[in-house]
Nanobody, 118 residues
Framework: QVQLVESGGGSAQSGGSLRLSCVAS????????ISWDRQVPGKEHELVAS????????NYLAAVKGRFTISRDNDKTTLYPQMDDLKVEDTAIYYC???????????WGQGTQVTVSA
């Protein structure tokens, strides 16, 4: 069973930092690029960043570029989203996922809530 379990969310003040984790199981983690998404209740999921399977390349949403960093450890089957210089508008539930066109990644995990206050 494919599982992606996000953790590390919480509350932070504007300008602060949070380090999230996403532990994967049930599939070959090193074989897939992984994306990091967020959702504000009532709105669509938004792709925040993605990283290739070998970490060779990472892409970021313009609004987070220079503040967020995504990395992965294939031996630990874990994704590490690092969030620095947080802004109030970063408040959302954050998720990780494999390629969404693959049926095994059709269901989102529980996500982890990030709340940033001014």
């Amino acid at each position: 069973q494919v599982q992606l379990v996000e953790s590390g969310g919480g509350s932070a003040q504007s300008g602060g930092s949070l380090r999230l984790s996403c532990v994967a199981s049930g599939f070959t983690f090193s074989a897939h690029g992984i994306s990091w998404d967020r959702q504000v209740p009532g709105k669509e999921h938004e792709l925040v960043a993605s990283i290739t399977r070998t970490s060779r390349r990472a892409n970021y949403l313009a609004a987070v570029k220079g503040r967020f960093t995504i990395s992965r450890d294939n031996d630990k089957t874990t994704l590490y989203p690092q969030m620095d210089d947080l802004k109030v508008e970063d408040t959302a539930i954050y998720y990780c996922s494999g390629p969404r066109y693959l049926p095994i990644f059709a269901t989102w995990g529980q996500g982890t809530q990030v709340t940033v206050s001014a």
